[in-house]
């Protein structure tokens, strides 16, 4: 079944140990978004991959960054976790910008 | 800015009916989504409206007035599995996707 993969489920890292998250997606879609939620929180915008254009939120801190290689895999590096991005992290895809969201199953970070 | 507003807890029982509502100011408009998600799972997508009026589907209807910027949610012949977070999010004319806090409904037996 075409999807939305993200790995892995469960990710735990030490603070200020560099980590990444993975998303992978068979949809094909060209669009592909990275929201960080928090406990009983909304789901928050970090970027988005606009086909190779990459969008930064305006509030999204430096220490996150994102890099797209292919149309299928998109990365969310993390470069000194601290204790406050402690959260699920959630890749989702679109085709284009004007359409329905799927969302991956979701990556929860614990930062010990 | 952005914001939506939904109510934080709701509890109904088994087999009844309930209203979860959203309103919403946003800077744009593009269409409305209701999301239901599980505790520690990825949101899984329930209904969408982008005119005025009512969308039927199942056991699910959504509604929409954009004129008063207003959204709910009703849930019929409640489940236990129904127990989870409804997520109201509005799509600006970006494309972007912004959420509610969400709504955790607690059904009883």
């Known amino acids: 079944d075409a999807m939305v993969i993200q790995n892995p489920r469960y990710q735990v890292t030490q603070f200020g140990k560099p980590v990444t998250l993975s998303c992978s997606q068979t949809?094909?879609?060209?669009?592909m978004y990275w929201y960080q939620q928090k406990s009983s929180q909304a789901p928050k915008l970090l970027f988005h991959?606009?086909?190779?254009?990459?969008?930064n939120e305006a509030d999204t801190p430096d220490n996150f960054q994102s890099r797209r290689p292919n149309t299928s895999f998109c990365f969310l590096d993390i470069r000194s976790p601290g204790l406050g991005d402690a959260a699920m992290y959630l890749c989702?895809?679109?085709?284009?910008?004007?359409?329905?969201?799927?969302f991956g199953s979701g990556t929860r970070l614990t930062v010990v | 800015g952005q914001n939506i507003d939904q109510p934080t807890e709701m509890t109904a029982t088994e087999g009844a009916i309930v209203q979860i509502n959203c309103t919403y100011q946003?800077?744009?408009?593009?269409?409305l989504f209701w999301y239901q998600q599980h505790a520690g799972e990825a949101p899984t997508f329930l209904s969408y409206?982008?005119?005025?009026g009512l969308e039927e589907k199942g056991r699910f209807s959504s509604f929409l007035s954009r004129s008063k910027g207003y959204s709910y949610l009703l849930l019929k012949e409640l489940q236990m599995k129904d127990s989870a977070s409804y997520l109201c999010a509005v799509r600006l004319n970006t494309g972007k996707l912004i959420f509610g806090q969400g709504t955790t409904l607690q059904v009883k037996p």
């Open positions: 991959y606009y086909d190779k254009d990459f969008n």
């Open positions: 409206n982008v005119l005025d």
């Open positions: 989702a895809t679109s085709r284009d910008a004007g359409n329905g969201y799927t």
């Open positions: 946003t800077s744009g408009f593009n269409g």
């Open positions: 949809l094909n879609h060209n669009v």
